[in-house]
């Protein structure tokens, strides 16, 4: 018999475990090393060997490759093998650099992979979905991925939406009966939930019945998910530009060559300038840099709670210039505590701290029974009785297992001495219609000890009122008239302008045996009894977060399921509402077209009362105002404005799988702060890399000039190929990744968001590559003139002292690099990975031209102490020159 075929208990059974208490440890083992993992084999991995040949496969490489290989051809033998030495050096560090890269990629997948609720030895426990094995009995929520294929021996009112098998995005409801249809496919299987789909309204439990390759999403080979290393628009543009040099130095080379050639100069010695003039003009050593730099960016945010799940976002973050952010639980600690409540015109209040359930009742300042009050009573009762969370003692303390609003709704109750266990006793739950956040209410069909039937109701008050028409007023039901209507919203604005979250309770007698299919049938014509109103306390930082972000240019919007004046409460606390900015509410906001909603939105700060499909069209709206936006959200329903959004945001305690999957970036901490940092980081990254494109560049330029300059003046070439391809490579990339690593400038949050269309060479860098790498040439040149003029029968004497000069002039200059203004702004030596970097690229400088062994391969000659007084004099002319410059503008 197939699992489908059997009632719930044969199935416990056949899989020889226990639905009360799960497996046991030893169980769980056996059936690992039986049947592996719960994974899907992945497709083909990159294996070590082809991501090795692939760091040659660069056409950077490809095009140095041949020219050596040519120069070898025509004699050069000592400069080809050295060459190439160099080329496989760079290739081995870049696949170690790439691999850890990836490593540390293949951690933040892990690190953001399912987590699965399962029972073990009578304890629910969250692990891993790939540890899970048969015989598991395992939940599951609206929002969730299921792990593995199950049987289900729970549901309420569960729905799955099984398109990643079926191809059907109609959701499908799930029961627990057996099934007698005869080989029923994969969309007929109302009693199994299969792995990959996604629950999309309700819960449920269900047992394991298969994992891995073994489930029939395994079956299904061409649906597995190759993971996808992506580029971010940096690295993109870094690459046509690698494309624009080497075609440069192409033309660049054929040209000297042509000329040289016609001119009457020997062959070979045209080649070998061309060679040179390729070499300069490729930043060989960039494309690693870059690479690592922006994992070493990711490792920085894990570190500060925000997990990168697309590489691209990394670069975005840093543009964001609004982020819409949900209230409870982001902006707010999510620990709620009934404070007040109301009922038929009276006012209590509750004392007591965090979800202990140790607290009085008061009434105008008097301490009353709660058992005396019958509309309290009532009210605490069906708040306790309307509820899927339960209280869990643990070391002494109280641990919410649930949702916290309804957490405080059970300590409420529990102050006034009601117990759930008892009360369930009284009443048998027959059906539960679950909260969901567009309708912003739940309910629950009970029946008492004396047969009676209720339909028992909570939810936002001021949609509740709307299905209400009578209320409990002086103990008698009364008719909701126009007047009492607008005391009950009174009290509702009462309770909400104290910045209290407010939960309505309602009800209404059914007739015995009724059968109620559709909350629309439950959900109307109610009888109101009261509001209880919870304190939701900002989290601390939030404020701090709100104001750098403003600083920043980055604007803060609250958008909230809540209710208007709690939401406007809250946000003008934290400073998200100023005098300035507006609040709109889900009623108005359904009502306008995106168009119309573009007019204002740049005014209005918080959006309260919306139902997550609102958020698309906020989301469309920012972004036709030109803004790049980051939106949180942690339901399914969430997940396609977290799609739309330039930056989508998940919660990792809160969030659903479906919310983390369309995400780019998830917050481990659910914290508001948290997105201010990645931005910050985010930020920090990329002028990281635009200070050692800066750097890496003008190297670049200055040994471009001096060679196009020395053939111009009819000079020998004052460098050969290899010492700067070892400059491009060694001397210059260490003090490049040390960049990489440098902290921000002070005033990285104090500048407007960046564009996200900034070309590699905005704001100036350009200029600064061209005008500081011109200078570089410009003192290599004359370094090399002047020792050439003094003994012209020892051009290797010059060629060193050329080699030097420019070597110390790109050690200079890095120190410049550490900020967009003046090498002055910033203690030069603030960088310790730099001043190593340095030391490190002087003392390899320093072998290269004193090393014997070295000489020969690096064509240099050991150099006088005099000599140095000329390199570093020469060397350090640009600096003082730019850092004069910058002095006097700001005197001006
Ligand atoms: N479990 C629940 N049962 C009944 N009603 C609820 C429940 N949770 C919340 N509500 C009501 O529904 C409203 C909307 O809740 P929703 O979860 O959509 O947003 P929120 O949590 O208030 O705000 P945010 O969007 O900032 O997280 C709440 O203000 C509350 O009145
Ligand atoms: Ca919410």
């Not at 059906?431 to 739940?442: A, I």
């Not at 300035?580 to 204002?600: F, I, R």
């Amino acid at each position: 018999m197939k699992f489908h075929e059997m009632e719930i208990n044969q199935v416990e059974k056949a899989l020889d475990t226990d639905f009360s208490s799960g497996l046991s440890p030893e169980a769980v083992k056996k059936r690992l090393a039986k049947h592996g993992l719960n994974e899907l084999q992945e497709g083909e991995k990159q294996s070590a060997l082809l991501l090795f040949f692939s760091q040659f496969k660069d056409f950077m490489v490809l095009v140095l490759l041949a020219a050596t290989l040519l120069s070898g051809l025509l004699g050069e033998y000592i400069d080809a093998v050295a060459i190439i030495a160099i080329v496989i050096i760079n290739g081995v560090l870049g696949f170690f650099q790439e691999r850890r890269a990836e490593k540390s990629l293949q951690a933040l997948k892990e690190l953001s992979a399912p987590q699965v609720s399962v029972l073990r030895e009578g304890q629910w426990m969250k692990i891993p979905s790939k540890e899970i094995v048969a015989g598991d009995i395992i939940k599951f929520t609206s929002g969730d991925r299921i792990g593995a294929d199950v049987r289900i021996i729970e549901s309420r009112s569960l729905e799955i939406e099984e398109s990643a098998l079926t191809g059907e995005s109609v959701p499908v409801s799930k029961h627990i009966d057996s099934l007698k249809t005869i080989n029923p496919g994969i969309g007929d299987m109302e009693n199994i939930a299969f792995m990959g789909t996604m629950i999309t309204r309700g819960s449920g439990v269900g047992v394991v019945i298969a994992t891995g390759m073994k489930t029939a999403m395994g079956q299904i080979a061409d649906l597995l998910q190759n993971a996808q290393t992506q580029e971010t628009p940096l690295q993109r543009r870094l690459e046509q530009l690698g494309k624009i040099l080497i075609s440069v130095a192409l033309i660049l080379t054929v040209l000297v060559v042509a000329i040289g050639v016609l001119q009457g100069h020997e062959l070979y010695m045209m080649f070998l300038a061309g060679v040179s003039l390729a070499v300069a003009a490729i930043p060989e050593g960039l494309p690693a840099i870059v690479t690592v730099a922006l994992s070493l960016g990711v490792q920085k945010m894990i570190k500060r709670n925000a997990i990168v799940r697309k590489l691209p976002a990394v670069e975005t973050l840093g543009c964001a210039s609004v982020i819409c952010s949900d209230k409870t639980g982001t902006m707010t600690q999510n620990k709620m505590t009934v404070t007040q409540l109301w009922s038929g015109g009276n006012t209590w209040t509750v004392d007591g701290v965090g979800y202990h359930p140790q607290g009085e009742f008061y009434r105008e300042n008097t301490r009353v029974h709660p058992k005396d009050e019958k509309a309290l009573q009532q009210m605490l009762i069906f708040g306790m009785i309307c509820n899927n969370s339960d209280l869990v003692m643990k070391d002494e303390d109280y641990i919410l297992d649930g949702d916290p609003t309804e957490g405080a709704l059970l300590v409420s109750a529990m102050k006034a001495g009601f117990d759930r266990t008892n009360l369930l006793d009284e009443f048998t739950i027959i059906k539960e219609f679950p909260f969901d956040s567009s309708r912003k209410m739940m309910s629950m069909h009970v029946k008492d000890k004396q047969g009676r039937n209720f339909i028992v109701t909570k939810g936002a008050p001021d949609v509740i009122i709307g299905k209400s028409e009578s209320i409990l007023w002086d103990g008698k039901t009364q008719y909701l008239g126009q007047h009492i209507q607008g005391q009950v919203q009174e009290a509702i604005n009462n309770l909400a302008s104290n910045a209290l979250r407010t939960i309505a309770i309602a009800f209404k007698p059914i007739p015995t045996n009724t059968v109620i299919l559709s909350e629309q049938e439950a959900e109307k014509k109610l009888t109101f009894i009261g509001v209880q109103g919870m304190i939701d306390p900002p989290r601390p930082e939030v404020k701090d977060a709100v104001k750098e972000c403003n600083d920043a240019g980055i604007k803060t919007v609250m958008i909230t399921g809540d209710h208007v004046i709690t939401a406007k409460a809250i946000a003008s606390q934290l400073g998200i509402l100023t005098k300035k900015s507006k609040v709109l509410d889900g009623n108005a906001l359904s009502t306008m077209s995106v168009e119309e909603l573009e007019e204002v939105v740049d005014d209005i700060a918080v959006f309260a009362r919306v139902s997550p499909e609102h958020k698309l069209k906020i989301v469309k709206a920012l972004q036709n105002r030109g803004h790049i936006v980051a939106m949180t959200g942690d339901g399914v329903n969430d997940a396609p404005a977290i799609k739309a959004a330039d930056i989508g945001v998940a919660m990792g305690i809160t969030g659903t799988d479906v919310a983390k999957e369309a995400s780019s970036l998830v917050l481990l901490d659910d914290n508001f702060a948290t997105i201010k940092s990645a931005i910050e980081e985010g930020r920090n990254i990329y002028e990281n890399i635009r200070k050692f494109v800066r750097y890496l560049l003008a190297s670049n330029v200055g040994e471009i000039l001096v060679m196009l300059f020395a053939m111009i003046l009819a000079l020998p070439l004052p460098l050969v190929p290899i010492q700067i391809l070892w400059v491009n490579l060694v001397t210059d990339g260490l003090p490049a990744m040390a960049l990489g690593l440098d902290r921000p400038e002070e005033d990285v949050m104090k500048r407007k968001p960046r564009s996200p269309n900034e070309g590699v060479f905005a704001r100036g860098l350009g200029w600064k590559v061209v005008s500081r790498g011109f200078l570089i040439g410009i003192v290599t040149l004359l370094a090399f003139i002047i020792v050439y003029d003094q003994n012209p029968d020892n051009l290797a004497y010059a060629q060193t002292i050329a080699f030097a000069t420019l070597v110390m002039a790109q050690l200079i200059h890095v120190f410049d690099c550490r900020s967009e203004k003046s090498v002055l702004s910033r203690n030069p030596f603030g960088n310790q990975y730099l001043v190593w970097a340095v030391i490190s690229s002087l003392a390899l400088m320093i072998a290269v031209i004193y090393y014997p062994p070295f000489q020969p391969i690096f064509h240099t000659l050991p150099i006088l102490a005099k000599d140095w007084l000329l390199i570093i004099g020469l060397s350090s002319i640009p600096t003082f020159l730019l850092a004069g410059s910058f002095l006097l503008r700001k005197t001006k």
